[in-house]
């Protein structure tokens, strides 16, 4: 396959860093980073909503979860959102939600009512769930660090009952809710691999303790039995919080300095360098070639040469 010669080229972008020439087969020298919302206090949990053609995303100390389209740009799409986070879709095409206030993942139905599907784990109250991921036979599965409860910046300062920061799998069919990893300082953003026999799960407990490595780690899936496979990534910079799967089987995670694109074997392909701390990302966009970045005060777009492993990502035919 012909791609972009990094060498050959004058002006490389300055936005890239460029670390294995896969990289280069899935971004484009023309294509520049460009900023579509601003003013915000801290987003986070963008999604895309393909059959609307339009972006959500928190901004979780303002309450708010905002939409964001090519044609109207941003506009309020929920105010009171109890510091939601984290949001993703079940196969019904449904927002599925985290949020810090109410401590619960919720579910918004078709007619706009909001359906808890899990608040409380052996009687007591979660900490604040962050992230979330629906695997195909409908399961939510989501992370419950404490960054919610730590302060009242973005949920309400409380001390935590629970006994670790799990990751849960709440069985739909059941209702039940159970820890599946707890092991972790903080969980935070998850993904599955393109089979799903994997789950990548974001350890981003070196935010408040240096001592935590800064790593995404991998699971093997079984059912609602996962596997510690060890770290699958390190992060050079920052943190990982959000990440998201690409249809090649790329992992694409937040850092510090912006997004750090993985293979599927782990080796460290490249970086969109971004002027803000990113949160999370999605693929979407009108022809699903957009990965949007929340950035603490802004959202960003940038054209990728790959597609969202998630269907609604991706337009259909
Ligand atoms: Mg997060």
Redesign the pocket.
Known sequence: MLVWNRIDMKNFPSHLDVRDDRFLQLVHPVARLSKIAEGFTWT?GPVWIGDHNCLLFSDIPSQRIMRWSHSEGASIFRSGSDFN??NSRDRQGRLVGCRHGTRDVVRTESNGTLTVLASSYEGKRLNSP??LVVSSDGAVWFTDPSYGILSNFEGYQAEPEQDACNVFRIDLQTGTCTAVVSDFVQP??LAFSLDETRLFIAESGASHDPNVPAVIRQFDVDGATLTDRGTFATIDCGIP??LRIDTMGNLWTSAGDGVHCFASDGTFLGKILVPETV??LCFGGQDGHTLFITATTSVFQMFVNTLGAEPWTRPTA
């Open positions: 986070e986070n984290g962050n992230d935070n953003g919080d959000g949160s999370n």
